[in-house]
C-alpha cells in the first residue's frame, strides 16, 4: 500500500500509532483497492463501475465512499472525446450565397450573425448544440441542443436568437454548406423571416 502511494513505511506505522480510527484504516485498505482498480481499467472506471467490482469481489461498499477516496487521492477518470462530423456539405440542397467572405465584422450589434454545429458530453450523454453569435459582441443570441443533428436544431436555434433580439432590417446571417442549413424547412424559414424584414439579406 505504501509502495502504491508513494508514501514512506515510517509515515504510514506513525500514523497508525496515532491513534487512527477503525474508519480511517479501513479507508487505507480500500484505496489501495480501488487505485488498483482505477489502474487496470486504465483510469476510465469512474466511481460506478468501481463499486460493481467491488461488490463482485465481495466488498460492500457505497458509491459515495468510493467517490470521496478517488477525490481525495485525485483519481480522476480520462475522458476520451470521440471526433463526430458535424458538417454535412455532400448534398444536393440549394446552397445561398456566400455574402460575408471571409469579413468577419461588423459595425453594430445584429447586423452579422453567423452559426454553426458542435457537439458536448452532458449527463445525458452526448448532445449536438447548435449556437447563433453575433459577431459584434461575441455573444451567443441563440442555441438550441438535441439528441440528433437534423433541421429541427438549426431551425430552433434561429428561432431562439430572432426571438430574444428581434434583429432590425440587414441583418446577414452566415453560416457553413451543412445540409441542415441548406433544408427546405430552414430556407422557409428564413424566406419568411425577409417577408418581415424586406431590406435584409438573411
Not at 43 to 55: K, P
Amino acid at each position: 500500500m505504501c509502495r502504491v502511494f508513494g508514501v514512506s513505511r515510517s509515515r504510514y506505522y506513525a500514523q497508525l500509532k496515532s491513534g487512527a480510527t477503525k474508519r480511517q484504516r479501513e479507508d487505507r485498505v480500500l484505496s489501495v483497492a480501488i487505485k488498483t482498480i482505477f489502474d487496470d481499467s486504465d483510469q476510465t472506471y469512474g466511481a460506478g463501475r468501481i463499486v460493481r467490482d467491488l461488490r463482485a469481489q465481495g466488498t460492500r461498499v457505497g458509491k459515495n465512499r468510493i467517490w470521496r477516496l478517488m477525490k481525495h487521492h485525485g483519481l480522476r477518470v480520462k475522458t476520451t472525446r470521440r471526433f463526430r462530423v458535424t458538417t454535412n456539405s455532400d448534398h444536393k440542397r440549394p446552397v445561398a450565397p456566400n455574402l460575408v467572405q471571409r469579413n468577419f465584422s461588423a459595425e453594430a450589434p445584429d447586423r452579422l450573425w453567423t452559426g454553426d454545429i458542435t457537439y458536448i458530453w452532458t449527463a445525458e450523454g452526448w448532445l449536438y448544440l447548435a449556437v447563433v453569435l453575433d459577431v459584434f459582441s461575441r455573444r451567443i443570441v441563440g442555441w438550441s441542443m438535441n439528441k440528433r443533428m437534423t433541421d429541427d436544431l438549426v431551425v430552433a436555434a434561429f428561432k431562439n436568437a430572432v426571438v430574444r433580439r428581434r434583429p432590425a432590417p440587414g441583418l446577414i446571417f452566415h453560416s457553413d454548406r451543412g445540409s441542415q442549413y441548406c433544408s427546405k424547412r430552414y430556407q422557409s424559414l428564413v424566406k419568411g423571416i425577409s417577408a418581415l424584414h424586406p431590406r435584409g439579406r438573411w
